[in-house]
């Protein structure tokens, strides 16, 4: 049983919210899977279609970050929660109307707008309804189970995928909407959390998430080493394609091997991360293992054989440490340096540093490692290493801005600043 409790959430809160993380991502990657065949067979778009569309709702969910966030500050986070869970599952009912451009832009637009305010409002309502020694510790199993719900979702859309017809490539709007729903009506269930609703008017004005800098800063720097996410799934497969002798078949079997290790350690790698001290050392840990993978990868551009295989491996499981840790420290700062009556505020624009710390990373890297090979990845890693030397003085300007706008009530409870 002592083993066994490692993979489960000790709370009731917890593991309700580890069961919502499985429903949610078995329905969005169900859709996921099959959604390229989808949008090219059934909507009619071209490839090149697909991807500016993408790109527009990409910006559109940029650049109104911040204002969702503030609406859960303004009308309770659980409630925005549910409804923008149940709108945004309703959204996919409308897949099978859309046939052409327009009308494939304005849905991916609403649904990645809807899903910045929901994004938001649910990691308020978390952060909120855990106590900081619990708040790390339990996103790390929301995450893990997110894992466990893609992996199922992608078999059941590979399933679809897979049928001699487009039957079931046409069903599957309707079943994410069915299970996204289903997930939705559990958010009403769920205990209210202990949560300060922001007056219309309030008088805090010189708190705004906005106007903390050295937040802003962290974000973006969080950002920059979540640009692991772009290693992972971009440039190191197009790199093991291209200038490798590494087999295709591999890449699957990495993926693979991401997912594993995302279940199995998430929560491991999050031990210690709920303080701003170990927020810093999990993104230190990240940093020097994305390193490390820099440093693996680039050499078999002139291997052969297994021993190309065995490296390309070692730096996608090293890559998955980055991840890992990252993420982690991510959660920490989250917790620690958000101000308990602007948590969705907080959310918004750590959403929106995030994205401007990590939008560039695709095309960047990509350049980066197809033009300069070996240098590229050298480039990388001194990215990484140099955003990760800001973010110490970005955590402390951000623990400093919250220490002189809070009440004195509230100072009392602040985090020990970190050296």
Known sequence: MSALSRFLPSSGLARQL???????????????????????HVVGLSAAQVGAGLTIAGVAAFVTGFPLGRLGDRWGRQRVWFV???????????WPLVHGFAGFVAIVVMAEVIDSAVSSAR??????????EERVRSMAFMKA?????????ASLGGVALALPTDTGIRVLPYATAAVLMGAALLIPRLPTADQQ????????????????RGYLATSVMSGVLATNQVL???VIPLWIVEQTDAPRVLLAWLFGTNT??????????SRGADTLRGALRASRRSTAFLVLSCVVILVTHDTIGWVTIALVWLAYITVTGAELFAAAGQWGFQSELSDVHRRGEYQGVARVGIAFGSLWAPALYTWLTTTLHAVGWLV??????????????????ADAFLRRTASPAQAESLPITPS
Not at 123 to 132: E, I, Q, R, V
Not at 197 to 212: E, I, K, Q
Not at 260 to 269: K, R, T
């Open 18 to 40: 580890a069961v919502l993380s499985v429903l949610e991502a078995v329905g969005t990657g169900t859709f996921l899977t099959g959604s390229a065949f989808y949008f090219t």
């Open 84 to 94: 923008g869970a149940l709108l945004f599952a309703l959204l996919y009912l409308a």
């Open 123 to 132: 990691g308020a309502y978390t952060l909120d309804a855990f106590s900081p």
């Open 145 to 153: 189970a997110l894992n466990i719900g893609f992996t199922l979702g």
């Open 197 to 212: 609703v922001a007056p219309a008017h309030s008088p805090r004005t010189t708190g705004t998430a906005l106007r903390n």
């Open 232 to 234: 992972l799934s971009v």
């Open 260 to 269: 594993v290790l995302a279940i199995l350690f998430q929560v491991s790698a």
């Open 380 to 397: 990388i890693a001194a990215i990484v290493i140099a955003a990760t030397t800001c973010l110490g003085p970005s955590v402390r300007s």
